[in-house]
């Protein structure tokens, strides 16, 4: 089958869906010119990603981890939601989409007009305090770490200040990833996007949706460990899929 026939099959299944959730990854946000997790010169790549028990302990492991993320944020600070976010949005907005569930934490499908987004990894766009909760917008904190070159604190509290994201060996929100695995288990219809599905737990919803009776889409220009439930998977680039998948239906 030619990827235009597989197009039109996608459109047909979106036409009759009444529950289709979309699961997203780094790679809808490449064409916004944010590396992914595995492209060369990224950030990601650059770094031992500091975990949070160290970061909970070690004051020296704290401002490595703010240096990161500070040169992290240059990477993104600029970046626009592309074609492929905006198709999303607006799957949402004409109800053909119940949600988006998402791996990123850079906001581009809320910028794009998305309402409906779990993050389950948390957002990198506000700081939030690991003592008193309270959560910030990120960028005054960047702008003075990079000037004074010290971890800041919360200034609620005093407390320790963090991204708002997960970091390896935090747990995730756990009200966001049981609704994740609601509308997964509802869904008549998961189209991944931009997913190397190699992390847990966002990688076993396309296999919980399957299980309970989804088709599943997988668009993703490398293999994944989840194509061989699929019932359709299209390589090209994301913008230009979904562009065709909404030009189909
Ligand atoms: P990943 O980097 O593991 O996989 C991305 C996939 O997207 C790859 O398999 C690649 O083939 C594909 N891809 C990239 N650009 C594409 C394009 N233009 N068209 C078609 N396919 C394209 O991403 P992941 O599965 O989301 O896991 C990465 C982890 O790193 C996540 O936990 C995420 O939180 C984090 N991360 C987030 C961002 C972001 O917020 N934008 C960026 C990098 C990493
Ligand atoms: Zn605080």
Redo the contacts with the bound molecule.
């Keep these: 089958m030619t990827d235009a026939e597989t197009m039109t099959r996608v459109a047909r299944w979106f036409s009759a869906a009444r529950s289709a959730v979309a699961l997203t990854?780094?790679?809808i946000?490449?064409?916004s010119g944010?590396?992914?997790?595995?492209s060369p010169g990224?950030v990601?790549s650059k770094y031992r990603p500091v975990y949070f028990d160290e970061f909970l302990q070690s004051a020296e492991a704290r401002h490595e981890y703010w240096c990161q993320k500070s040169e992290a944020h240059r990477e993104?600070a600029a970046a626009r939601p592309n074609a492929g976010h905006h198709v999303v949005a607006e799957w949402e907005e004409s109800g053909r989409i119940r949600g988006v569930v998402t791996?990123?934490?850079?906001e581009l499908h809320q910028q794009a007009g998305s309402r409906r987004v779990l993050e389950l990894?948390g957002t990198a766009r506000r700081a939030a305090c690991l003592d008193c909760s309270a959560r910030f917008d990120i960028e005054p904190f960047i702008a003075k770490f990079l000037a004074d070159n010290l971890v800041p604190d919360c200034p609620e509290c005093g407390g320790r200040l963090k991204h708002a994201t997960i970091s390896f060996g935090q747990t995730l929100p756990m009200n966001v990833l049981m609704e994740a695995v609601r509308w997964s288990c509802e869904a008549d219809l998961m189209l991944v996007v931009?997913?190397?599905?190699?992390?847990t737990p966002?990688a076993d919803l396309p296999r919980e949706a399957k299980a309970y009776g989804a088709r599943l889409v997988i668009?993703?220009?490398?293999a994944?460990p989840v194509d061989s439930l699929a019932d359709a998977t299209l390589r090209?680039?994301?913008?230009d899929v979904l562009g065709q998948i909404a030009a189909a239906m």
């Design positions: 990854g780094a790679g946000s490449t064409e944010i590396p992914d997790f595995r990224g990601w993104f791996q990123n934490i850079d990894h931009g997913s190397s599905l190699m992390v966002a668009i993703n220009r490398d994944t090209g680039s994301i913008g």
